[in-house]
């Protein structure tokens, strides 16, 4: 998959955009990925299918752009001054429902991830590398503020704890991720594994 110009995209209003969002994520949670056509999405968002292509090149990378738009802005710039008021931060600026339909459309794409190669690509490129890279750089100023040591084994395993927690809640517990259960996962796991006094 190529990136996509983002002078493809100047035809279109940052309104009608997110609403063509919407609607994806919609079809997405109602039948799943591999269910989702560009037919389907263009008779729900009252848009041709020669729209869409042109803006998006196809479904994966118009799937992928439709969850990034439903994140919050950046993380890499939080500060508080601490690991454990950057990561609590985060984990507040998405409230318990939100994070409940983030599962759902996780769920409704689990399964699609691994079996297509366009997906695949279009999630890791516009999705995960640059979270990952943002989370890097909070991690970094903690090393470098000497909250973590730069030997700590459990740095190359963050990323890994915290999605695994978000990930996992609803397939152990058979409840969704809260706010409530990630910062407490973050204080009695990841800092600790980290070195990081919990208070």
């Not at 999405?41 to 799937?63: C, D, H, I, N, P």
């Not at 992928?64 to 738009?69: K, T």
């Not at 927690?165 to 990841?190: G, H, K, M, N």
Request: aromatic share 6%; charged share 30%; net charge negative.
């Amino acid at each position: 998959m190529s990136e996509v110009p983002m002078a493809r995209r100047s035809r279109i209003t940052p309104e009608r955009e997110a609403e063509l969002y919407r609607a994806v994520l919609d079809l997405l949670r109602e039948v799943g990925y591999d269910a989702v056509t560009m037919d389907a999405v263009a008779a729900r968002t009252r848009s041709s299918k020669a729209t869409l292509y042109r803006q998006w090149g196809g479904k994966a990378e118009l799937v992928v752009r439709a969850m990034r738009s439903q994140k919050p802005g950046g993380i890499a710039d939080i500060d508080t001054g601490t690991l454990r008021g950057d990561l609590h931060t985060i984990i507040g600026r998405e409230d318990d429902c939100v994070m409940a339909q983030n599962v759902a459309l996780m769920r409704a794409l689990a399964m699609a991830v691994h079996q297509n190669d366009d997906l695949r690509q279009a999630f890791k490129e516009l999705l995960v590398e640059p979270e990952i890279e943002e989370f890097h750089r909070i991690v970094r100023r903690a090393v470098d503020r000497g909250e973590i040591s730069p030997d700590n084994p459990a740095l190359d395993y963050v990323v890994h704890m915290l999605v695994g927690a978000f990930a996992t809640r609803t397939l152990i517990d058979d409840r969704p991720p809260t706010q409530e259960f990630l910062l407490s996962y973050i204080d009695a796991v990841v800092l600790p594994a980290l070195g990081v006094p919990p208070h």
